[in-house]
């Protein structure tokens, strides 16, 4: 549970520290309070969506959310391996369970304008994919496995070695095919 509730201590963090209440992030975040609580009491994995949508009204990165001690030098992350990982549930907005695990590969960089992951991307609980937009771009590069992305009305297969570059504001829904796949994703928001 103490994983899993390092994201959640975060948000609880900057909000305290900015005077906010849980009801003025839910507005100003156009959540509800409920997801606000939740999140910060660690009892719902989170969607992406929402979290930029907290992040934003909190005036700060989503990897702030990931951030240490922050530093202006370069971040070097060997093998892959990074200590650092978020779950998210895609958009379910009751799951328990992760459909994505993000590992970040630039925690610490103070005032970075991309977010660089490796993502274990496992396969829908169920059929029904709910796509979400947030302001922004991704590039999605598959390091193995197959990958859906529903992209507006369009769907892209993407195989190892297969990439997607995307404007996000454009609803979509990233998802493995089959078994699990494993993707780098970087991540563009601005704040």
């Known amino acids: 549970m103490e994983e899993k509730n390092i994201l959640g201590n975060k948000i609880r963090q900057i909000r305290e520290m900015q005077k906010m209440s849980v009801q003025e992030l839910a507005n100003t975040s156009n959540t509800s309070i409920e997801l606000v609580e939740q999140l910060e009491n660690g009892a719902l ?13 909190l005036g700060v990165r989503l990897g702030t959310f990931l951030d240490d001690a922050a530093h202006n030098g370069p971040v070097v992350t060997k093998d892959g391996a990074s200590k650092n990982v978020v779950r998210f549930s895609g958009n379910c907005d009751t799951c328990e369970k992760s459909t994505l695990d993000f590992f970040s590969l630039a925690t610490d960089k103070a005032d970075r304008h ?6 274990d991307v496992h396969p829908p609980k169920s059929e ?6 947030h302001e922004g771009e991704e590039f999605i590069y598959v390091l193995n496995g ?21 404007d996000s504001i454009v609803p979509h829904h990233v998802h493995a095919v089959g078994s699990e796949a494993k993707i780098l994703a970087v991540v563009y928001t601005p704040y």
């Open 45 to 57: 994995v989170p969607s992406l969506t929402p979290l930029m949508q907290i992040a934003r009204a």
């Open 114 to 119: 991309m977010e660089p992951f490796i993502i």
């Open 128 to 133: 029904d994919a709910k796509q979400s937009s």
């Open 146 to 166: 197959q990958i859906e992305i529903l992209y507006g009305k369009d769907s892209f297969k993407l195989s190892t070695g297969d990439s997607i570059y995307y």
